[in-house]
């Protein structure tokens, strides 16, 4: 115990989950058909742990820490069959056929990771693309990462930065919990511009978590989780080299390399650089179509893997730094002589954060303790023609988890706490919204696993030093009404404070006044959603359907009211009068082998109280489409990919005339658009070649830029975009491996 506390006390680092399990159907075959076998033995022989299936011959079985190891399936009258489980497979489905003794001396143990899919393991509604998946499309960076995803939406908050913030259930990317391997990422004054700051060639997977996730991950999940899993050191490749270019003068270089020190050691480097060099206005209203400017960033990280204990460290950094507006505006030309010579843009981002993550096993299996420190430094600032905006932002983070069971592995339970400390500063003009926050919390969570039902039930009470305490309860539930229909609900609260000037920076390319919420508050929600997975053969092949509902409530929330006022955007707090509601429904099947078809339908009810009625959020469109469609040719050689989004009409803010207010400049109501992207990748060995299109029905949003030849007048708006700016962009590029060598 002594020596447990030392290497607490000693040891920094961050927390995930250690210990795994694996589900799966035994099921004997003889000469005319298939059936469950009950009380068939699966036996991991190492570890000497083990299970029996159910009567529907199904079974559940905890994977040890200490991997490869051999499982062995057995059944009186069949023959047996033994399968290697290494790291990789943790959290997979089994469908393991045992043939009958009287038929054959053979046995045979099939499974196939999907490139996307929900997985049937977790008690959440949790979907996960790979890095398969990510492949389907450019993928230089997190922000085109979701293009072949349904249920995150990527939006263009502008037509002059470029900046973009993803959506969930329609709501913005402030109230979706973000992290990097467990750590909060992406929050505070990296929330507007910080998608475009880590590679999507960095990205092993992501999870996407719908509702508010487990308490151990924080107070902050309103909407979602989505969870950024990186390549591993062990793992990834030992190196890897992606080369892009778009006709739109974009050009990008990642290096990704791996190297195992000994048994115990490992490290990893990935690197990106960008930079777009186009002066593009291709609708010729005088502004950049995409921001000129570059990106540099770099990520180390070490993993070292003991029999008690893992460790992994490291520090990620990045600068980001963006000039758009008006085609004669550049970096460093003195427009201080003449500031109204040209409307110009700057962006400028710089970023480091260090990294680590510690885990002991103790004595008795699945009873662990897992810490994770962050410490992050992140600096901002730029302007909008003549308005400017500064912010630096200092956090510490740390979360200890403890892990346990209660007599079986059917009983489970975490506890463990964290502590936030927190010092922001940010202007824009004469506004200044300067916090020190310190949030010591506290959590527990109990899991019980039955042979149907799977229920997640956790607290967590967390204190703020300027807001007071704060309690949110979460439940999570499965059922499996069948070996192929999964049940889910979930319901629980989430908060967070509010950084209105950054969150909504955007909005400084316009010409209005910020009138400032009279204080701030914490926003608060209550999420309740539901979901239905439902797998079944089509034309012989897997397929799966899944619906899900999921309402989000405000307490209070930070509403920017951009109807009010003709000459400002207002910051009000509402209370109890504004709601979300999200519904969707997913279809995935394989028409035949090798051909992957998802189709999905969403309808979005996002709606807040503005001048005493409840009228739809702007720039968020009720309906979406969605088609993917992916071909792999039986010599995966050739690989085909096609992501067809129709986006329904969104309400914008209604824009009049300073002198005459019933004067319309601006329709509105949005357009339906649709938006149509692909790409076709040949396979060489080692070498990948792809070339790809984006936006290739070349749908543009007429007129983006209200009064852009009077950029400094008052009735300059660049705040409401809701399409696409540029038509279409052909890129192309290569990817070249080198993987780790095999275990003789």
């Not at 001396?105 to 509604?125: A, M, Q, W, Y």
């Not at 151990?216 to 190196?239: C, D, H, I, Q, T």
């Not at 010579?341 to 008795?364: C, E, M, P, Q, W």
């Not at 099947?589 to 709606?607: E, H, I, M, T």
Request: aromatic fraction near 12%; hydrophobic fraction near 35%; charged fraction near 20%.
């Amino acid at each position: 115990m002594k020596q447990l506390v030392l290497s607490v006390l000693l040891s920094f680092g961050f927390y995930s989950s250690f210990n795994a399990q694996i589900k799966g159907l035994v099921q004997g075959a003889d000469s005319i058909s298939k059936k469950p076998i009950y009380g068939a033995k699966v036996k991991l022989i190492h570890s000497k742990t083990g299970a029996i299936t159910s009567e529907e011959g199904t079974f559940e079985l905890v994977l040890p820490k200490l991997l490869p190891d051999t499982l062995v399936v057995s059944a009186i009258g069949y023959y047996s069959d033994t399968i290697i489980l290494d790291k990789k497979d943790r959290f997979i489905s089994l469908n393991v056929t045992l043939y009958s003794a009287k038929l054959l001396d053979e046995v045979v143990i099939s499974f196939k990771r999907n490139s996307h899919g929900i997985s049937k393991l977790k008690t959440l509604h949790v979907e996960e693309l790979t890095s398969a998946e990510l492949r389907k499309a450019a993928c230089c960076n997190l922000s085109e990462s979701f293009e072949t995803n349904a249920s995150v939406d990527v939006n263009i908050t502008d037509a002059v930065s470029g900046a973009k913030k993803i959506q969930m259930m329609g709501l913005d990317g402030v109230y979706t919990q973000i992290q990097l391997e467990n750590i909060p990422y992406l929050r505070g004054l990296e929330s507007s511009f910080g998608l475009q700051s880590i590679s999507g060639t960095w990205i092993e997977s992501i999870q996407i978590t719908k509702g508010t996730g487990n308490v151990v991950n924080g107070y902050e999940s309103m909407a979602g989780l989505v969870n950024l899993e990186l390549k591993k050191p062990k793992e990834m490749e030992r190196f890897y080299a992606n080369v892009y270019q778009s006709a739109f003068g974009r050009s990008e270089l990642n290096l990704n390399a791996g190297y195992k020190l000994n048994e115990k050691w490992s490290t990893g480097w990935l690197a990106h650089a960008s930079t777009v060099y186009g002066n593009i206005d291709h609708n010729n209203d005088g502004f950049r179509d995409l921001p000129m400017g570059d990106n540099i960033a770099f990520m180390n990280r070490w993993d070292f893997d003991g029999k008690n204990k893992e460790i992994q460290f490291g520090f990620n950094a990045y600068q980001d730094r963006k000039v758009g507006g008006q085609t004669g505006f550049y970096r460093g030309k003195p427009s201080i002589v003449n500031p109204t010579a040209n409307y110009g843009v700057l962006l400028n981002s710089r970023h480091i954060d260090v990294f680590a993550k510690t885990g002991f096993f103790g004595k008795k299996p699945m009873r662990s303790l897992g810490i994770l420190y962050n410490l992050k430094y992140q600096t901002m600032d730029g302007q909008f023609g003549l308005r400017m905006f500064d912010g630096t932002e200092k956090r510490g983070y740390i979360n200890a988890i403890y892990d346990d069971i209660i007599g079986t592995s059917d009983h489970k339970i975490k506890i463990g706490g964290s502590l936030v400390a927190l010092a922001i500063t940010q202007q824009a003009d004469s506004l200044v919204q300067n916090r020190t926050e310190i949030v010591p919390g506290i959590f527990g969570e109990y899991t019980f696993t039955g042979s149907r039902f799977t229920g997640v039930f956790g607290a967590r009470y967390d204190y703020h030093n300027l807001y007071g305490s704060q309690f949110s309860p979460r439940i999570h539930t499965k059922f499996s009404a069948s070996e192929l229909t999964d049940v889910r609900f979930t319901i629980g609260k989430g908060w967070r404070v509010p950084n209105y000037i950054i969150d909504n920076i955007s909005l400084l390319a316009n010409s209005k006044q910020w009138i400032a919420p009279i204080e701030t508050k914490p926003e608060i929600s209550w999420n309740a959603g539901t979901s239905i997975v439902h797998e079944f053969k089509f034309g012989g092949q897997k397929a799966s359907i899944s619906i899900d509902y999921y309402h989000t409530r405000f307490t209070n929330q930070l509403v920017v009211d951009r109807d009010e006022s003709v000459n400002a955007i207002v910051f009000t707090n509402l209370e109890n009068a504004s709601y979300s509601n999200s519904f969707q429904t997913e279809l995935s099947f394989s028409p035949f082998k090798n051909f992957d078809v998802r189709l999905a339908y969403k309808f979005l009810d996002v709606k807040a109280e503005y001048g005493g009625e409840m009228r739809q959020q702007v720039m968020i469109p009720r309906n979406r489409g969605f088609m993917n469609l992916a071909y792999k040719t039986r010599n995966k050689r050739w690989e085909f990919d096609l992501t067809c989004s129709i986006f329904g009409a969104s309400r914008l803010p209604v824009q009049t005339n300073s002198t005459d207010p019933t004067l319309i400049l601006f329709n509105t109501k949005g357009q339906v658009y649709p938006m149509v992207n692909g790409q076709i990748t040949y396979v060489y060995k080692k070498w990948n070649f792809y070339l790809g299109g984006e936006n290739l029905t070349n749908f543009k949003q007429q007129n983006p830029i209200i009064d852009a030849q009077n950029p400094f007048s008052s009735t300059f708006d660049a705040t409401n975009s809701w399409g696409p700016i540029m038509g279409i962009n052909v890129y192309a590029g290569l990817r070249f491996a080198i993987l780790q060598p095999k275990k003789k």
